[in-house]
């Protein structure tokens, strides 16, 4: 009897796995691929100041390629659970859809890999032409410091080398097919502080008001950062707070601080951006503003995948399962395809975003039912 991605999905979903929980859906994935001949381990990773983490990683097959499939477990909490039509955790199927926290932000991405991968070992007698691998954590939605990136760093020091990479995230847009990830811009945050002198606001030529310069400064950094690129769109720098946290109406404050993100393509690195933005305010400044640039680290780098031939066999079971040819963007925010870029060439694939995270998240049947059917075809040809 060929695996049920719907069950499998609905399963997961009734797991309560909300960051940092394992919720139940670790063990769960454990049980179901260790009956298949995978060989399966758990490993839980913790450092101060965080909540420790389970995480999974399980193999069948011992040569190469390995085909890695990269998803989480965890997900964002349901809110209130009052506002949702179907319980988050309760995993029910109405009207042909799946309802429940994580059926799209990627429990159901999930269950359609398992499914298609099961299938596949089915009809060859158990065995991949290579390796299968799935590289599951429960720390993604949150801080993701306990998660792929220290998994990844595990697997590699046993010996684990990936040679392609599909990371399961909801990457469509609009209807299954449309769209594959091939990369993500980077993400950059810091802090602008301008000193100046406090004192009183009747007698301002004894004091310096800082604001007055953090106006120029901000007004500096909001020209364009670059015209976009071969595969991004412009880089884009935005204030988000504008903070002098001054309670008094008579006093004139010593600082103000503004803090910023920068979402950045591929025509910056993040040490040539920050020298970037420090010479803009430099010149803005001209002399005459004291201030400084706080910059927090970042593990959010830029990264592209070029298209090369695992991209055209994606594209090839996209279109020939659901007659789309899917477009290859490097838009939305950050993912965990940032820390796998570093191991082995990696494309996002997965079900429709449209309500993930949303109240009522949910998958369509007949989608879970189509992305296992194109995982299903990625894998034959992968081994073909
Ligand atoms: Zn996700």
Redesign the pocket.
Known sequence: MPADPVAIARDLVRCRSVTPDEGGALGFLQGLLAQAGFDVHRAVFAEPGTAPVDNLYARIGLARPNLLFA??TDVVPPGNEASWSHPPFAGEVASATLFGRGAV??KGGIACFIAAALDYLDAHGGKPKGSISLLITGD??SIAVNGTVKLLKWAADRGEKFDNCVLG??SNVEVLGDTIKAGRRGSLNGTLIVTGRQGHVAYPERADNPIRGLNVLIAALQTPLDAGSEHFSPSNLEFTSVDVGNPTVNLIPGEARARFNIRYNDRHSQSALKTLIEKRAQAAAAGRVNFAIEWQPSNADVFVTEPGPFTALAITAIAEVTGRTPKLSTSGGT??ARFIKDYCPVLEF?LVGQT?HAVDERAPVADLITLTAIYRRMIERYFG
Request: glycine share 16%.
């Open positions: 998803g989480h932000d990627m993604e939605e995230e909801p993912s965990d997965g993930m």
